[in-house]
């Protein structure tokens, strides 16, 4: 199982560009690297999957360099509502999800 | 239903009862996974199951801690002797499981509360 760390907590502004970073150094062949966000009173909520190089959807992208080590959650032009909790996760299918700590991302005016 | 329906929402119960939390996933959904969040802190895996295969029990914290599955439907935890500290949201998730990962998909959670 790949332990991963990222930072505790992040403050951005509204309209600015965040990238959260994700270490994963052990992470194995079969793994997968996941985010998600998780509103207060709320269950997570899954927001983007790769395996390498570069994933984007409509909310936000993921970048995986080759040695996928280490993992980028990028959330274009940020708003008060993207203040939440972002957990990443490298696992396998047919595995448990491992949930750490997470990054408290708070967006202000 | 079009998403995991968890019940009750909230369960406020007596230090010592016993409690069973329910769990309706994803109609198809193979896996289906339980979690334990205390106020303010991240996700504590419980137990996971997929299929028939036999369910990952790891994150039971004690033996006061069980779950069930019926085939690939509903989920039930139970925590006997309910302690303090038991207090906490517990949420459920499912997800189809295959040679590709696919998303989790959370339950609202149920609100437990040990007075």
């Known amino acids: 199982l790949a332990k991963t760390t990222q930072p505790i907590s992040m403050d951005s502004y509204e309209g600015q560009e965040v990238n959260i970073t994700c270490s994963h150094n052990?992470?194995?062949?079969?793994?997968?690297i996941t985010w998600y966000q998780q509103f207060p009173s709320q269950g997570p909520r899954f927001i983007i999957q790769g395996y390498k190089t570069k994933v984007t959807n409509e909310v936000a992208s993921l970048f995986i360099p080759a040695d996928r080590k280490s993992s980028t959650l990028s959330l274009p032009r940020v708003s008060l509502s993207d203040t939440a909790v972002y957990y990443c996760?490298?696992?396998?299918?047919?595995?448990?999800?491992?949930f750490g700590k997470g990054t408290t991302l708070s967006v202000s005016s | 239903g079009a998403g995991v329906s968890q019940s009750p929402s909230n369960k406020v119960t007596e230090k010592g009862k016993d409690v069973e939390l329910r769990c309706d996933p994803i109609?198809?959904?193979?896996?289906l996974y339980w979690y334990r969040q205390r106020l303010g802190q991240g996700l504590e895996f419980l137990i996971y199951?997929?299929?028939?295969?036999?369910?990952?029990k790891s994150g039971l914290p004690s033996d006061r801690f069980s779950a069930e599955r019926t085939g690939e439907s509903v989920s039930t935890l139970t925590i006997q002797r309910t302690q303090q500290e038991d207090s906490a949201v517990y949420l459920c998730a499912s997800s189809l499981v295959g040679r590709l990962n696919t998303e989790a998909f959370f339950g609202q959670g149920t609100r437990l509360t040990v007075v």
């Open positions: 052990n992470i194995a062949t079969n793994d997968y």
């Open positions: 996760l490298a696992h396998q299918a047919g595995t448990a999800l491992i």
């Open positions: 199951f997929q299929g028939n295969s036999a369910p990952d």
């Open positions: 109609s198809g959904h193979t896996a």
